[in-house]
Protein backbone atom coordinates (compact mmCIF):
# COMPACT_ATOMS: atom_id res chain seq x y z
CA UNK A 1 0.00 0.00 0.00
CA UNK A 2 1.07 3.64 -0.29
CA UNK A 3 1.18 5.90 1.70
CA UNK A 4 -2.29 6.86 2.77
CA UNK A 5 -3.01 3.27 2.52
CA UNK A 6 -4.40 2.86 -0.45
CA UNK A 7 -3.39 -0.45 -2.45
CA UNK A 8 -0.97 -0.87 -5.16
CA UNK A 9 -1.94 -1.24 -9.36
CA UNK A 10 0.27 -4.84 -8.37
CA UNK A 11 -1.55 -5.49 -4.86
CA UNK A 12 -4.77 -5.21 -6.31
CA UNK A 13 -4.12 -7.56 -9.70
CA UNK A 14 -2.61 -10.17 -6.99
CA UNK A 15 -5.51 -9.78 -4.88
CA UNK A 16 -7.98 -10.21 -7.94
CA UNK A 17 -5.87 -12.90 -9.56
CA UNK A 18 -5.91 -15.26 -6.59
CA UNK A 19 -9.35 -15.05 -6.07
CA UNK A 20 -10.27 -15.75 -9.54
CA UNK A 21 -7.54 -18.75 -9.40
CA UNK A 22 -9.30 -20.12 -6.29
CA UNK A 23 -12.93 -19.40 -7.98
CA UNK A 24 -11.16 -22.16 -11.24
CA UNK A 25 -11.53 -25.05 -8.92
CA UNK A 26 -9.16 -27.83 -8.59
CA UNK A 27 -8.64 -27.66 -4.90
CA UNK A 28 -5.36 -27.73 -3.32
CA UNK A 29 -5.20 -31.82 -2.35
CA UNK A 30 -3.53 -32.38 -6.17
CA UNK A 31 -0.68 -34.68 -5.94
CA UNK A 32 3.19 -34.89 -7.39
CA UNK A 33 5.50 -37.86 -7.85
CA UNK A 34 8.92 -37.39 -5.81
CA UNK A 35 11.59 -39.67 -7.41
CA UNK A 36 13.81 -40.85 -5.14
CA UNK A 37 16.82 -41.13 -7.83
CA UNK A 38 16.43 -45.23 -7.81
CA UNK A 39 13.68 -44.76 -10.28
CA UNK A 40 10.61 -45.07 -7.86
CA UNK A 41 8.00 -42.68 -6.59
CA UNK A 42 5.97 -42.22 -4.16
CA UNK A 43 2.24 -39.92 -4.87
CA UNK A 44 2.02 -37.35 -2.31
CA UNK A 45 -0.45 -34.00 -1.69
CA UNK A 46 0.56 -31.21 -3.58
CA UNK A 47 -0.28 -28.92 -1.01
CA UNK A 48 1.31 -30.53 1.90
CA UNK A 49 5.04 -31.54 0.21
CA UNK A 50 5.37 -29.36 -2.42
CA UNK A 51 4.24 -25.84 -4.49
CA UNK A 52 4.43 -24.74 -8.09
CA UNK A 53 7.80 -22.82 -7.59
CA UNK A 54 9.12 -26.64 -6.93
CA UNK A 55 8.55 -26.36 -10.63
CA UNK A 56 9.36 -25.79 -14.01
CA UNK A 57 7.13 -25.31 -16.97
CA UNK A 58 7.12 -28.66 -18.65
CA UNK A 59 5.94 -30.63 -14.86
CA UNK A 60 3.26 -27.49 -13.90
CA UNK A 61 1.52 -27.95 -17.54
CA UNK A 62 1.84 -31.91 -17.59
CA UNK A 63 -0.95 -31.13 -14.53
CA UNK A 64 -4.83 -31.04 -16.24
CA UNK A 65 -6.02 -28.59 -13.15
CA UNK A 66 -2.50 -26.58 -13.16
CA UNK A 67 -1.62 -26.80 -16.84
CA UNK A 68 -5.44 -24.97 -17.16
CA UNK A 69 -4.65 -22.13 -14.68
CA UNK A 70 -1.57 -21.34 -16.15
CA UNK A 71 -2.58 -21.00 -19.44
CA UNK A 72 -5.80 -19.12 -18.33
CA UNK A 73 -3.33 -17.00 -16.04
CA UNK A 74 -1.11 -15.79 -19.04
CA UNK A 75 -4.17 -15.24 -21.18
CA UNK A 76 -5.17 -12.66 -18.14
CA UNK A 77 -1.92 -10.99 -19.71
CA UNK A 78 -2.01 -11.57 -23.10
CA UNK A 79 0.71 -14.10 -23.42
CA UNK A 80 -0.87 -17.07 -23.21
CA UNK A 81 0.05 -18.75 -26.68
CA UNK A 82 3.60 -19.32 -25.01
CA UNK A 83 1.87 -22.40 -22.29
CA UNK A 84 -0.49 -23.43 -24.71
CA UNK A 85 2.58 -24.35 -27.10
CA UNK A 86 4.44 -25.95 -24.58
CA UNK A 87 0.90 -27.56 -23.32
CA UNK A 88 0.06 -29.04 -26.77
CA UNK A 89 3.35 -29.88 -27.80
CA UNK A 90 3.89 -32.19 -24.58
CA UNK A 91 0.56 -33.71 -25.06
CA UNK A 92 1.80 -34.27 -28.63
CA UNK A 93 4.75 -35.98 -27.45
CA UNK A 94 2.88 -38.23 -25.13
CA UNK A 95 1.03 -39.40 -27.64
CA UNK A 96 3.99 -40.54 -29.75
CA UNK A 97 5.05 -42.67 -26.60
CA UNK A 98 1.79 -43.68 -25.84
CA UNK A 99 1.34 -45.49 -28.93
CA UNK A 100 -1.55 -43.11 -29.66
CA UNK A 101 -0.92 -42.29 -32.83
CA UNK A 102 -0.66 -45.07 -34.80
CA UNK A 103 1.31 -44.10 -37.91
CA UNK A 104 3.77 -41.54 -39.40
CA UNK A 105 0.83 -39.90 -41.63
CA UNK A 106 -1.26 -39.95 -38.02
CA UNK A 107 1.72 -37.89 -36.33
CA UNK A 108 2.49 -35.82 -39.45
CA UNK A 109 -1.23 -34.36 -39.06
CA UNK A 110 -0.79 -33.74 -35.60
CA UNK A 111 2.75 -31.46 -36.69
CA UNK A 112 0.72 -29.65 -39.38
CA UNK A 113 -2.55 -28.71 -37.29
CA UNK A 114 0.41 -27.79 -34.19
CA UNK A 115 2.52 -25.42 -37.18
CA UNK A 116 -0.50 -24.37 -38.09
CA UNK A 117 -1.40 -22.64 -35.09
CA UNK A 118 2.18 -21.87 -33.50
CA UNK A 119 4.54 -22.00 -36.00
CA UNK A 120 3.36 -19.91 -39.35
CA UNK A 121 3.63 -16.19 -39.64
CA UNK A 122 -0.05 -14.94 -38.91
CA UNK A 123 -0.70 -18.39 -36.85
CA UNK A 124 -3.68 -17.86 -34.20
CA UNK A 125 -1.07 -18.43 -31.13
CA UNK A 126 1.84 -17.65 -33.27
CA UNK A 127 4.87 -17.93 -30.70
CA UNK A 128 8.15 -15.71 -31.03
CA UNK A 129 10.92 -18.43 -32.06
CA UNK A 130 14.17 -17.44 -33.45
CA UNK A 131 14.36 -17.40 -37.57
CA UNK A 132 16.87 -19.77 -37.03
CA UNK A 133 14.29 -22.10 -34.98
CA UNK A 134 12.07 -21.23 -37.80
CA UNK A 135 13.87 -21.77 -40.59
CA UNK A 136 14.68 -25.91 -39.06
CA UNK A 137 11.54 -26.46 -38.30
CA UNK A 138 10.09 -25.77 -41.50
CA UNK A 139 13.04 -27.33 -43.20
CA UNK A 140 12.25 -31.05 -41.05
CA UNK A 141 8.26 -30.50 -42.15
CA UNK A 142 9.58 -30.63 -45.18
CA UNK A 143 11.65 -34.00 -45.07
CA UNK A 144 9.17 -35.81 -43.32
CA UNK A 145 6.73 -34.62 -45.96
CA UNK A 146 8.72 -36.23 -49.04
CA UNK A 147 9.11 -39.25 -46.70
CA UNK A 148 5.98 -39.66 -46.16
CA UNK A 149 4.45 -38.60 -49.96
CA UNK A 150 7.72 -38.84 -51.87
CA UNK A 151 9.65 -41.96 -53.38
CA UNK A 152 10.96 -42.06 -49.89
CA UNK A 153 9.52 -45.62 -47.54
CA UNK A 154 6.81 -44.34 -46.10
CA UNK A 155 7.54 -42.65 -42.77
CA UNK A 156 5.93 -45.15 -40.56
CA UNK A 157 6.60 -44.94 -36.89
CA UNK A 158 5.30 -41.62 -35.13
CA UNK A 159 8.28 -41.70 -32.90
CA UNK A 160 10.45 -40.40 -36.19
CA UNK A 161 8.78 -37.07 -35.15
CA UNK A 162 8.85 -37.17 -31.69
CA UNK A 163 11.51 -34.47 -31.23
CA UNK A 164 10.35 -32.13 -34.54
CA UNK A 165 9.37 -29.25 -32.06
CA UNK A 166 12.33 -29.90 -29.12
CA UNK A 167 14.26 -26.64 -30.91
CA UNK A 168 11.14 -24.63 -30.48
CA UNK A 169 9.90 -25.51 -27.33
CA UNK A 170 13.13 -24.97 -25.49
CA UNK A 171 13.20 -21.57 -26.76
CA UNK A 172 9.26 -20.82 -25.74
CA UNK A 173 10.21 -22.01 -22.27
CA UNK A 174 13.16 -19.91 -21.78
CA UNK A 175 11.49 -16.84 -22.99
CA UNK A 176 8.41 -17.60 -20.87
CA UNK A 177 10.29 -18.54 -17.19
CA UNK A 178 12.43 -15.10 -17.77
CA UNK A 179 9.03 -13.40 -18.28
CA UNK A 180 7.34 -11.49 -14.88
CA UNK A 181 3.90 -13.38 -15.83
CA UNK A 182 5.46 -16.25 -15.39
CA UNK A 183 7.17 -15.62 -11.11
CA UNK A 184 3.74 -13.76 -10.29
CA UNK A 185 2.08 -17.01 -11.61
CA UNK A 186 4.14 -18.62 -9.36
CA UNK A 187 3.66 -16.94 -6.25
CA UNK A 188 0.00 -16.57 -6.53
CA UNK A 189 -0.69 -20.59 -7.30
CA UNK A 190 1.90 -21.00 -3.78
CA UNK A 191 -0.27 -18.36 -1.92
CA UNK A 192 -3.77 -20.13 -3.08
CA UNK A 193 -1.68 -23.56 -1.66
CA UNK A 194 -1.51 -21.33 1.56
CA UNK A 195 2.37 -21.77 0.93
CA UNK A 196 4.84 -18.51 2.13
CA UNK A 197 6.70 -16.32 -0.54
CA UNK A 198 9.69 -18.10 -2.48
CA UNK A 199 12.35 -17.39 0.12
CA UNK A 200 10.34 -19.80 2.09
CA UNK A 201 11.77 -22.40 -0.04
CA UNK A 202 15.74 -21.44 0.16
CA UNK A 203 15.06 -20.61 -3.58
CA UNK A 204 13.70 -17.81 -6.10
CA UNK A 205 11.62 -18.28 -8.86
CA UNK A 206 11.10 -21.46 -11.54
CA UNK A 207 13.40 -24.35 -11.31
CA UNK A 208 13.83 -26.64 -13.85
CA UNK A 209 12.13 -29.80 -13.05
CA UNK A 210 12.60 -33.41 -14.30
CA UNK A 211 15.19 -33.82 -17.23
CA UNK A 212 15.95 -29.94 -17.22
CA UNK A 213 19.06 -30.25 -13.81
CA UNK A 214 16.18 -29.13 -11.18
CA UNK A 215 14.71 -31.18 -8.61
CA UNK A 216 13.29 -34.89 -8.84
CA UNK A 217 9.55 -34.18 -9.07
CA UNK A 218 7.14 -33.98 -11.80
CA UNK A 219 3.59 -32.98 -11.76
CA UNK A 220 1.44 -36.42 -12.47
Same mark, same amino acid.
Given at each position: ?D?Q???? &??Q? !? =???? *??????MG??TQR?F???????S?S?????S??CP??F? &?D?V !? =???? *??R????F?KG???H??P?????V??F?A?C?G??L?TG???Y?E??? *???L??R??????V??S????LR????????KK??HG?HE??E??M??YS????A?????K??I???VW??F?K?E?E?L??????????????AG????G??A??L
Amino acid at each position: ADQQGRRT &PRQT !L =RERT *LRNLKGMGGGTQRTFKMNSGGGSASVLPLSSRACPLDFG &PDAV !L =RDPA *LGRRCVAFHKGHFCHENPKFLRDVLRFKARCVGGRLGTGDQAYAEVAQ *LTKLYARPGAPYEVNTSHAVQLRLKQSIRRCKKELHGKHEPLENPMALYSIFDEAHNEIKKVMITNEVWSVFLKVENEALGRGPASHLGGGGARAGPGGGGGGAALL
